[in-house]
């Protein structure tokens, strides 16, 4: 990778990584989960099951090539959104399903969920964005289709665009989980105990005076904290 690049990438925030990472283990746990429950009912009973599951705007037929974070990184790149707009954006996303339960997050439809939870979000929270015709051409769908979507998102979430500064706290503190989730502390080597022989007087710290004490004791080290 050359110096532009890594500059580049540096320059993403880390909420939009944590959010891909989030969506990408929701998608792959869901696509699991259809693939073994296709595998356990015949071709005649998937074919009356596709029929009685609610038809969604944002189900694809194919899965994009582009995976879950290489598409929110381009949106990034090229919506220039405030990092702000991603956790709006996550908000939205959670009003959107729990009114749809039916609706899971798969490959098949987590990116038109995506472009259309950000241009919502970018809308409601920056003063100045790109219009729909960008956004179609960033997330790689058409106008109309990115019109639609939008009208569809909103009703789904039944225009309650307004996001308290507690719930955005909230939803913060759901990330920042998750990027202890994903960035776990390094291991710490467990400290070593320096033990003294009342009997024979010696000691592992031969040039510390104070660690002639009877008994063993233990240096405490600082655990390291984990911020956004």
Partial sequence: M???ELVEAAAVPRVVSILSALLQRVAERNDAAAAA???ALAAAEQEEEARRRPVS???GLTKPAISIGGYLERIFRFASCSPSCYVVAYIYLDRFLRRRPALAVDSFNVH???????????????DICYNNAYFARVGGISLVEM???EVDFLFGIAFDLNVTPAAFASYCAVLQSEMAYLDPPAPVDAPRLYCYSAAAGTSDHHDDPTAAVAGCHRHSQQQPQLTV
């Fill in 37 to 39: 429950e296709a595998g």
């Fill in 57 to 59: 705007a944002f189900q």
């Fill in 2 to 4: 050359t110096t532009g």
């Fill in 147 to 149: 019109n639609y979507l």
């Fill in 112 to 126: 038109r969920l995506l472009i259309t939870s950000v241009l919502t979000a970018v809308k409601f929270v920056d």
